[in-house]
């Protein structure tokens, strides 16, 4: 008969996503996610492979938890979904910029899951993203748009590291105002 198991996967998962997110995943060690999620080393084992596969498992957690196609997909499609895209960073609290946008940062030492998981993901929201700018009726090509919206959006989550976000919210405002 198996140990019961004394953790929920979503739990070990959040705290987890909070520590990668503020050291990175290269400077994580096992030790270290012990101590953040409170399950021993065997147990952590009996949930994931490896830490490959628990960080992995942790960029999953934070994609579905934070809902972008989802806010993409909102109704009327146009430039309040791209605006809420853009400052949705703005309040997080507790951490800085994005998981996302910090952990490519560290791209050519992650996994090749995480890396294909993020491109994957990368591209739905691209997606999402030109099929707003298409419903604004705008003249100006979608893609290219897409492209600046997305290099702009990991500027300022890489810059949320450095500065309060209340002084970005201005800087996104502008941004808008110019590719509109």
């Known amino acids: 008969m198996g140990r019961v198991k004394c953790f929920e996967r979503t739990d070990i998962l959040d705290k987890a996503i909070q520590l990668f997110w503020r050291k990175g995943y290269a400077d994580t060690s ?16 009996s949930e994931f492979k490896d830490k490959d596969d628990f960080f992995c498992e942790t960029l999953k957690r934070f994609s579905q938890s934070n809902c972008y196609l989802e806010n993409l997909s909102r109704e009327p499609l146009g430039w309040k979904n791209i605006e809420f895209f853009l400052k949705s960073k703005l309040t ?15 791209y050519s030492i992650i996994p090749e899951e995480a890396k294909r998981f993020m491109e994957q993901t990368q591209l739905g929201v691209r997606n999402a993203m030109i099929e707003n700018i298409q419903a604004t009726g705008t003249e100006k090509n979608p893609e290219v748009l897409t492209d600046m919206i997305l290099t702009f959006h990991m500027g300022v989550n890489l810059k949320l590291n450095a500065v309060e976000p209340a002084l970005l919210e201005g800087e996104i ?8």
């Open 173 to 180: 405002d502008t941004f808008l105002a110019i590719i509109k």
């Open 30 to 45: 096992l030790s270290d996610l012990e101590k953040a999620t409170g399950v021993n080393k065997s147990g952590l084992y």
């Open 92 to 106: 997080n609290k507790g951490q800085k910029g994005c998981y996302f946008s910090n952990t490519i940062r560290e």
